[in-house]
C-alpha cells in the first residue's frame, strides 16, 4: 500500500469497552489540559454608562451591579477593570439634553468626549470603544434622522411619517466617528444598522487623518426583544414606534452572512452579531463565512438580567452559569465578548 494514502484511509473508531470518552475527564487536571474552548479575561469587553453630574453612581434598576456614572468617578472604575485583565470598555452617553440629531453626540464637550479623555488620561493602555448611534442622543429615541412634517410637508412623501432616513443619517454618523476619534477612542462602533454606515464612516475618519482608527460594526443586530434594560440604563427607548425597519428579523440567518459581507467589503475591522445567546447559530455562521475578521458577540442586557434574576431567587448558581454561558459564546465562534458580567466574570477566572 502507498503509504501517501494512509492519512485519506477511514479509521474506525473502537467501540467499548476499548472506546471510554470518559478517561478524559477523570479530574479536574485532565479535563483541563483536553479543553477545546478556553475563556479569559482578556476575551471580555465591559459596556460603561456615562453621564453629567459630579459624584454620580447611579444604580440600573433592571441591571443588578451595573451604573451610570459621572465622568469624575470614571477613574477608579476603569482602574478596577484594567486590574481585572479585561483589556477594553464600550461607552454609552446619556446627553444633558436631546434634539432632533442628537447635536451632543459630535459635540467637543459631548459627555462620551469627556469619558474618552478621562478614562486615557486614567489608564491609557486601556482600549476604548465608543459607540456610534443617534438613538440615546435625539428627543424621538430613534437611531437616525427621521422624515418628520415640516409645514405640513414630509421631505420624502414616498416616505411614512417617522421613517429613519438612511442617507442623511449617514452623514451624522461620519461627524460623530470623528469626534469621538479627536477625543482619543481607539476603535469606533456604529450600532444604528444603517446601509453603507462603514463605508460611510471610513471614509470621513480617513478624510479627518484618523485612517488607523478601528471601526467594530454591529454588522449583525437583530430587532430583539433582549434590549429592554438597556433602554432604562442608556435613557434611549424610542418615543415612538419601534426600529424593526433598520434592524433585522430574528427569524433570517442567511441575511446575516449579507449584512457582514457588505460591513467587510466596507472596510469593517471587526464585525459583531447582537444578542448572543439566542444567535449562537449566527455567530457560527459568521465565523465560518468570515475567518479572517475579528468576531465581537454582543451578550445584552436582558441576558444578563435574566441570569441575575434567577440568581436573587435562588434558581441558579450565578458564577457556573454565567462562565457556562460565556463559554458557550465563545465556542460558538466569538472571539470578543461585550458583557455586563464581565467585571463578576473576570474576577471568578482569575480565581479559578
Known amino acids: 500500500m502507498d503509504t501517501r494514502d494512509i492519512s485519506k484511509t477511514a479509521r474506525p473508531v473502537p467501540a467499548f469497552p476499548a472506546a471510554r470518552p470518559r478517561r478524559l475527564r477523570l479530574n479536574p487536571a485532565i479535563r483541563a489540559i483536553v479543553r477545546e474552548t478556553q475563556l479569559a479575561p482578556a476575551d471580555l469587553v465591559y459596556p460603561l454608562f456615562v453621564t453629567h453630574g459630579r459624584n454620580v453612581e447611579n444604580p440600573i434598576g433592571s441591571m ?15 482602574e478596577s477593570i484594567a486590574g481585572l485583565g479585561i483589556p477594553a470598555v464600550i461607552l454609552f452617553g446619556i446627553p444633558a439634553g436631546k434634539d432632533p440629531i ?6 467637543p464637550d459631548g459627555i462620551v468626549q469627556q469619558a474618552i479623555r478621562a478614562i486615557k488620561q486614567a489608564v491609557p493602555e486601556l482600549v476604548v470603544v465608543s459607540d456610534v448611534c ?18 405640513g410637508r414630509l421631505p420624502h412623501a414616498s416616505l411614512a411619517e417617522g421613517y429613519v432616513l438612511n442617507d ?4 451624522v454618523l461620519g461627524r460623530v466617528a470623528v469626534s469621538h476619534a479627536e477625543a482619543g477612542a481607539d476603535v469606533v462602533a456604529p450600532s444604528g444598522m444603517m446601509d453603507g454606515m462603514v463605508g460611510a464612516i471610513r471614509a470621513a475618519l480617513d478624510a479627518a487623518d484618523f485612517a488607523h ?3 467594530l460594526a454591529y454588522s449583525v443586530k437583530y430587532a430583539s426583544s433582549f434590549y429592554g434594560p438597556f433602554r432604562e440604563a442608556a435613557q434611549g427607548a424610542p418615543r415612538f414606534g419601534d426600529r424593526k425597519s433598520h434592524q433585522m428579523d430574528p427569524a433570517n440567518a442567511r441575511e446575516a452572512l449579507r449584512e457582514a459581507a457588505l460591513d467587510a467589503a466596507e472596510g469593517a475591522d471587526m464585525l459583531m452579531v447582537k444578542p448572543a445567546m439566542p444567535y449562537l447559530d449566527v455567530i457560527r455562521l459568521v465565523r465560518d463565512r468570515f475567518p479572517e475578521l475579528p468576531l465581537a458577540a454582543y451578550n445584552v442586557s436582558g441576558e444578563y438580567a435574566m441570569i441575575k434574576a434567577a440568581a436573587a431567587n435562588g434558581w441558579l448558581d450565578e458564577q457556573r452559569v454565567v462562565l457556562e454561558t460565556l463559554t458557550g459564546i465563545r465556542r460558538a465562534g466569538a472571539d470578543l465578548i461585550i458583557t455586563y458580567h464581565a467585571k463578576d466574570a473576570a474576577r471568578w477566572l482569575r480565581s479559578a
Open 213 to 215: 482608527i478601528a471601526i
Open 168 to 171: 442623511e443619517t449617514l452623514e
Open 134 to 151: 443617534l438613538c440615546e442622543y435625539t428627543e424621538h429615541g430613534h437611531c437616525g434622522v427621521l422624515n418628520l412634517s415640516d409645514n
Open 102 to 107: 442628537g447635536e451632543e453626540n459630535f459635540a
Open 64 to 78: 443588578p451591579g451595573v451604573y451610570q456614572w459621572s465622568v469624575d468617578r470614571l477613574a477608579h472604575e476603569v
